[in-house]
């Protein structure tokens, strides 16, 4: 069965400070990937998702992630970081011709003024 | 457009209760989904409906749990009796179609505590 592995539990930066939180998954099949944010009070929503061609894909507030097949890795990146940016952020999987998604534990992102 | 709708947004319940939780989906979407979201976990699926049909239950506890989506458009999901543990956020999600690429819009989940 698919699992993912989000190693960061709680991060905390300066703003302006770059980040990079770390997702990776065990089954080395095809894969969509995603990454799903929940802001304080809401409701997750879509960041952005990898499903087929350039391996760097970019979301929305400036986010970015990498699909690095050979370490089964999709990491989540913002070269500057913000304070509206502190909320909890999921990695999650599903396999090509699965809709079951598999979600991480979350990773807990606080940013200091 | 409106978002997954779900309610209650709370509810407490003293255990071997029966507690009920509704989801209304985006207008449209076809597949529904259940998910349990336990502090400090993400959400694992419960049930996944497309249209009225139930296509993925296997993660469902059904000696307590069971769910319903009359006429494929809303659902909801009922535990009976409830234990302690069964205390967590439930979310419910709607996407489009069942292609493997839709994004899956999210409610604002029922927190359940059961005393």
Redesign the interface.
């Given at each position: 069965a698919q699992s993912?592995s989000q190693h960061n539990h709680h991060v905390i930066l300066s703003e302006a400070a770059s980040l990079e939180l770390g997702c990776n998954y065990s089954y080395g099949g095809t894969v969509?990937l995603f990454w799903?944010v929940q802001y304080p009070g809401?409701?997750?929503?879509?960041l952005l998702?990898y499903?087929s061609g350039d391996p760097l894909v970019k979301g929305i507030k400036g986010f970015e992630a990498e699909f690095i097949k050979s370490k089964f890795s999709f990491n989540l990146r913002k070269p500057s970081v913000q304070w509206s940016d502190t909320a909890e952020y999921?990695c999650?999987v599903?396999n090509?011709?699965?809709?079951?998604?598999t979600?991480?534990?979350?990773t807990r992102l606080t940013i200091i003024p | 457009e409106a978002?997954?709708v779900q309610s209650p947004r709370y509810k407490i319940i003293e255990k071997k209760q029966p507690v009920a939780f509704w989801c209304n989906p985006i207008s449209g979407h076809n597949?529904l989904y259940w998910y349990l979201q336990n502090l400090?976990?993400?959400?694992?699926?419960l049930i996944?409906y497309e249209n009225e049909e139930a296509?993925?239950d296997s993660q469902l506890p059904k000696d307590r749990f069971s769910a319903e989506r009359l006429k494929g458009v809303d659902s909801t999901l009922k535990i009976q009796p409830a234990e302690l543990g069964d205390s967590a956020v439930y979310?419910c999600?709607s996407s489009l179609d069942?292609g493997?690429?839709n994004?899956?819009?999210?409610?604002?989940?029922t927190r359940l505590t059961v005393l």
């Open positions: 993912v969509n799903y809401q409701h997750l929503q879509l998702k499903f999921f999650a599903n090509f011709g699965n809709e079951k998604l979600f991480g534990t979350g | 978002g997954v597949t400090g976990q993400g959400p694992e699926l996944r296509v993925d979310l999600a069942p493997t690429g994004e899956q819009f999210f409610g604002p989940g």
